[in-house]
């Protein structure tokens, strides 16, 4: 079982930067890909990002590459989204996710742990 936290979240001014944080428990953190995912108001959850399990490999969706870089720290159990050139179309509830197994997956089904989110509001 593992439990994940995210922190960082908030308002900013378009073009503006956020990092995001998701502290995980448990001793095994290393053995999960870690991702995120966002949810606008009357959208569908979508893919942001995700990291393999020794940060080797990382994938972006298109609308956010080049803006936003994924990154983690297997001795600190955690996960960072770092976001900068911020638009108005970031504005969304940020999720932290965890994956058992190999490869970095985009799919939200392929994810085994959520946590609870963190809100990040974008301003024009």
């Known amino acids: 079982q593992v439990q994940l936290v995210e922190s960082g979240g908030g308002l900013v001014q378009a073009g503006g930067s956020l990092r995001l944080s998701c502290a995980a428990s448990?001793?095994?953190?290393?053995?999960?890909?870690m991702g995120w995912f966002r949810q606008a108001p009357g959208k569908e959850r979508e893919f942001v990002a995700a990291?393999?399990?020794?940060?080797?490999?990382?994938v972006y969706a298109d609308s956010v590459k080049g803006r936003f870089t994924i990154s983690r720290e297997n001795a600190k159990n955690t996960v960072y989204l770092q976001m900068s050139s911020l638009k108005p179309e970031d504005t969304a509830v940020y999720y932290c996710?965890?994956?058992?197994?190999?490869?970095?997956?985009?799919?939200?089904?392929?994810?085994?742990?959520w946590g609870q989110g963190t809100q990040v509001t974008v301003s024009s």
């Open positions: 996710v965890a994956a058992v197994g190999n490869g970095i997956p985009t799919k939200r089904g392929r994810y085994d742990y």
């Open positions: 448990g001793r095994t953190f290393g053995n999960y890909a």
């Open positions: 990291i393999s399990r020794s940060s080797d490999s990382t």
